[in-house]
């Protein structure tokens, strides 16, 4: 029977060792990092209020944070900008970031979180790139774009093979990981591609705000899929030279079993059960 890891709602748990943390514990060493990246499933409001309760507790104890989002494009920064400027009213604000087409989910899943940006003046950072350029990078390769066109990126450090077998795990045995014809291994290298063309706009856009002892604490908020056991965001942060970054995930399990946590990140929160709206 495979190890199983107790994890109570509402606590925080060392996924390396199944031990609780205590949350005044954590959220005080947190505040002392460069990066702090707060993992999300997209459509889930649980998540997204779990998200502002933990930047408001870090900006309780360092007032010095700005918060990036991973729907934003840099082309948007002066939008944001202004938004937290207090200038744009909240549907001047959607439409001018044209919030459809960028992202697609419901606004009100993240406008919490943008009031609170707003309201105390908390810089809010675009941590994307263009979107063309991630389908261009998956299907032409970093080399062949010129460097007018790569949006300030650096080239993504290579995946590891552990990655590789992470985003295997994701796809499923139908994917085109499991390649068996070359058209298939094609589609493979491009995903990867576009994959990383991602994890690194993400660790640019947040390491170019890292640039001295008085630089903020950057809270990101991020697809777990671009942070969970280190890959992805992490990765790609640590070869830009920001080593000090914490990932939090939120939990559903009551037991998750140990060996799927085992380096999954450095904390990870229990969620409440969601209660169905009346």
Known sequence: MALTLP??????????????????????????KQVVLLGETHDRYDIHRWQLSITIALYTLRE??????????????????????????????LKEIDWKTVWGFPAELYLPLFRFC??????????NCYRPLVTRVGKEGWDAIPEADRDGLSPAKPATQEYLDYLASLMGKKSPFFAQSKEEEV?????????????????????????????PLV???????????????????????????????????A????????????????????????
């Not at 990867?192 to 640039?211: E, G, H, L, M, P």
């Not at 899929?225 to 942060?237: A, I, S, V």
């Open 7 to 32: 994890h109570p709602v509402s606590t925080w748990l060392n996924p390396d060792n199944g031990q609780p943390i205590s949350h005044q514990t954590l959220m005080t060493a947190l505040s002392k």
């Open 64 to 93: 010095n944070i700005v918060v990036g989002f991973e729907m934003f494009p840099r082309s948007t920064q002066p939008i944001l900008d202004k938004w937290t400027a207090g200038t744009l009213s909240e549907t001047h604000f």
């Open 118 to 127: 707003r309201e105390f003046n908390v810089r809010m950072i675009a941590l």
């Open 187 to 215: 589609r493979r290298d491009r995903f990867v591609r576009a994959q990383q063309t991602w994890d690194r706009a993400f660790a640019c856009n947040i390491a170019k705000s890292q640039t001295d002892e008085t630089s």
């Open 219 to 253: 809270i990101g908020i991020i697809g777990r899929g671009h942070l969970e056991y280190g890959h992805g965001t992490p990765y790609q942060l640590k070869d830009l030279g920001i080593e000090e970054v914490s990932v939090l995930l939120p939990s559903d399990e």
């Open 255 to 278: 037991a998750p079993a140990a060996s799927k946590l085992k380096n999954i990140a450095d904390a990870c929160f229990r969620l409440p059960p969601m209660i169905e709206k009346d």
